[in-house]
């Protein structure tokens, strides 16, 4: 015969819900999926507009002013070496950054979602690892990477290490406050059909802390891709980066080079955050 | 019309003491209660009398201090999947979950592979039929209790507990669900045992009307109920339906401290 369920505090039933602050990561995830986009071909336009005029507006206040390009890249010229030589200069090195990058998170978000599934679950162990998941939320990573290097050589890992340091305790932070949410109710339900533990988490605990794990997955990539390139300003591999490229052509007085590595990065940033946009409108806008 | 069947659900002298910051709460004093096979039972008492708690004590959620509740004459110690379903305060739907996978979530945890003529039936007469694939948001109040009826219906629990199921919906929807429920236990002949705080809806529904007193939860009276069945709005505009909410409604207010809905 069954035994009574553990996972059911012997509270009085109460079905009230929490504030609803407390649900709230320290990004407000209504605000990400409720961004709304252009619909109507006047509005297209406008933002298109608005694009063009402050690209050829800059390049004109630059001509006008007689701005010498090594002060600050005119916006023909950037974008002129970025299609020019996209394939030669740059690709090579975002390829790198993309590696450190990509490697390092998926090491440390396994890590920091596995953690936060266990934190939340035993506060002892929660006890035990918080310092040491606040040091490294609030020390930057970049700061480890000249000892990295030295440590571990000259080739990716290094880097990869310290994007792993910097994307894990964000995806931790934000998937324990999502594995913290507990629905007493949700929780009855799945009890009284017979549910076990491990039911209970992969069908109630794990879609509840869904929407915040995805903001973990997005704040850790942020941290990720700052750790990767600024970790390559401070000491690339021998492959370089996109970050010691930064380095390397402002070195040479090359702004329109060094123009073009912002914008990729710029993009890379914008990328992710979209990629969010979408992973969050399709599994956690039941919250929204 | 009682059915005095045998006692298929009983509590006998189930106690609950629950251990809080403030001290102990006695939610539930030696409550001794006997719920015959095919009975619809309303268990009706003021707001935190723990008829919750007697509830969580009857499916096997919560376990008591003292005292026992018998399943067919065996102790309950556990949930009982098989012969109990239960139908919560709100819908409670998962709201990840579009109405046909909430539906099909018991047969998930269960591992068995859905009932989809029962279901399809059960979607039918509650006027679900079409709305699989919305989700619960998407739904009004009432369509996500409906919801939720279907979801303990599908199961084909011999026993149905509901918390306060109809508590949040408006009088006019409580009024339709009612009904609804009637009709389908009507059908089915399920052995209920309906909480609620509305002394109306109490006595619209069930068989016999148990009444609690406030903390401790303890047995004041049982209520006979005879109207007959089926059951329609037009009888409780009838002197005597009226007459039975005075009635009970007195003797909860000499009981003590009161808050029972009338409508």
């Known amino acids: 015969m069954n035994q009574v369920p553990t996972e059911l505090r012997d509270d009085i039933p109460s079905f009230e819900e929490k504030p609803d602050s407390q649900d709230r990561g320290p990004i407000d995830w209504t605000g990400l999926t409720s961004i709304s986009t252009a619909k109507s071909a006047l509005e297209i336009g406008t933002i298109i507009a608005v694009a063009v005029a402050v690209f050829f ?27 020019a030589d996209f394939g030669s200069l740059y690709a090579p090195h975002l390829w790198v950054t993309m590696q450190e990058f990509l490697i390092g998170l998926a090491i440390g978000s396994t890590i920091g979602l596995v953690l936060a599934a266990v934190i939340t679950q035993k506060p002892f162990v929660e006890k035990v690892v918080a310092p040491y998941i606040i040091a490294m939320v609030t020390t930057p990573m970049i700061a480890l990477v000249p000892f990295l290097r030295l440590k571990l050589g000259f080739g990716l890992f290094p880097i990869v290490f ?21 629905d007493l109710a949700k929780i009855a339900l799945a009890r009284s059909y017979g549910a076990s533990t491990f039911q209970i988490f992969r069908k109630i605990r794990f ?21 990767a390139v600024g970790g390559e300003m401070v000491a690339a591999s021998e492959k370089g980066g996109l970050g010691q490229r930064l380095v390397f052509f402002s070195s040479l007085v090359q702004m329109d080079k060094f123009g073009a590595v912002i914008l990729i990065i710029a993009a890379l940033g914008v990328a ?10 399709r599994w956690a806008s039941w919250e929204a | 019309m009682t059915k005095p069947g045998a006692a298929k659900l009983r509590t006998v002298e189930a106690t609950k003491i629950y251990e809080t910051k403030s001290g102990p709460v006695n939610a539930l004093e030696a409550f001794t209660v006997d719920i015959h096979d095919g009975e619809f039972v309303c268990i009706l008492g003021p707001s935190g009398c723990g008829k919750t708690t007697l509830l969580w004590a009857m499916s096997g959620l919560h376990a008591l201090t003292s005292g026992q509740v018998l399943l067919d004459g065996e102790p309950i110690t556990g949930p009982r999947p098989h012969e109990i379903g239960m139908i919560f305060q709100e819908a409670n739907l998962l709201p990840w979950r579009n109405l046909r996978q909430n539906i099909e979530f018991p047969f998930e945890i269960k591992g068995t592979s859905p009932d989809r003529t029962r279901v399809a039936g059960l979607l039918e007469a509650t006027g679900l039929t079409g709305f699989e694939g919305a989700m619960p948001r998407e739904l009004s109040g009432g369509m996500q209790q409906r919801a939720s009826i279907v979801r303990a219906l599908a199961q084909d629990p011999a026993v149905l507990l509901m918390d306060e199921p109809f508590g949040a919906l408006d009088a006019f929807t409580r009024d339709e669900m009612n009904l609804l429920l009637l009709e389908l236990w009507s059908e089915t002949r399920k052995t209920v045992a309906f909480v609620t705080h509305n002394i109306g809806e109490a006595i619209f529904l069930a068989d016999r009307v ?3 007193t406030s903390r401790p939860g303890r047995l004041a009276r049982i209520y006979e109920i005879d109207l007959p069945r089926p059951r329609t709005i037009e009888m409780t505009f009838e002197p005597q339906f009226i007459a039975q909410i005075q009635e009970i409604k007195r003797a909860v207010e000499a009981g003590g401290p009161h808050a029972l809905e009338v409508e």
């Open chain 1, 57 to 83: 507006g800059v390049e004109a206040i630059l001509r006008v002013t007689d701005t010498p390009t090594y002060v600050f890249p005119r916006p023909t010229d950037v974008v002129q070496t970025l299609v």
């Open chain 1, 272 to 281: 992710i955050y979209v990629l969010f946009y979408f992973i969050g409108k």
């Open chain 1, 162 to 182: 310290a994007v792993a340091l910097a994307s894990g305790p964000m995806v931790l932070i934000n998937a324990a406050t999502g594995f913290r949410r507990t």
């Open chain 2, 210 to 212: 148990v009444v609690m």
């Open chain 1, 207 to 227: 879609p509840l802390a869904l929407p915040m794990i995805i903001v973990g997955f997005m704040v850790g990539s942020i941290f990720g891709l700052l750790t």
